[in-house]
Nanobody, 125 residues
Framework: QVQLQESGGGSVQSGGSLRLSCVAS????????MAWFRQAPGKEREGVAE????????YYADSAKGRFTISIDTANYTLYLQMNSLKPEDTAMYYC??????????????????WGQGTQVTVSS
């Protein structure tokens, strides 16, 4: 079992920045990759960015490329998402997720076994 706790969400104006954090605890050795997902009201949960814990391979959704940066501090089991140039369409609940090796690399909700409770990001125009 892996427990994930997100933080760093909030309300910003268009063009602003936020840095999300996700602290992993429990059996962290069971996870091979971690990712950020988001879900807006009335929409499906979508992948934002994914990173391999050991190898550092990174995947970004097209909507995140050039604006968001995913990183991980393996010593403290903390995942980060630096979000710059935020747009109103980025408004969503952001979730941290962890997966096992054979499901990594897809940036798909079904590929991840563990989920945090989410942190709200609201971007006003």
């Amino acid at each position: 079992q892996v427990q994930l706790q997100e933080s760093g969400g909030g309300s910003v104006q268009s063009g602003g920045s936020l840095r999300l954090s996700c602290v992993a605890s429990g059996n962290t050795s069971s996870s091979y990759c971690m990712a950020w997902f988001r879900q807006a009201p009335g929409k499906e949960r979508e992948g934002v960015a994914e990173i391999y814990i050991a190898g550092g391979r990174i995947y970004y959704a097209d909507s995140a490329k050039g604006r968001f940066t995913i990183s991980i501090d393996t010593a403290n089991y903390t995942l980060y998402l630096q979000m710059n140039s935020l747009k109103p369409e980025d408004t969503a609940m952001y979730y941290c997720a962890a997966g096992v090796a054979w499901t990594c690399g897809r940036l798909a909700t079904a590929s991840f076994s563990y989920w945090g409770q989410g942190t709200q990001v609201t971007v006003s125009s």
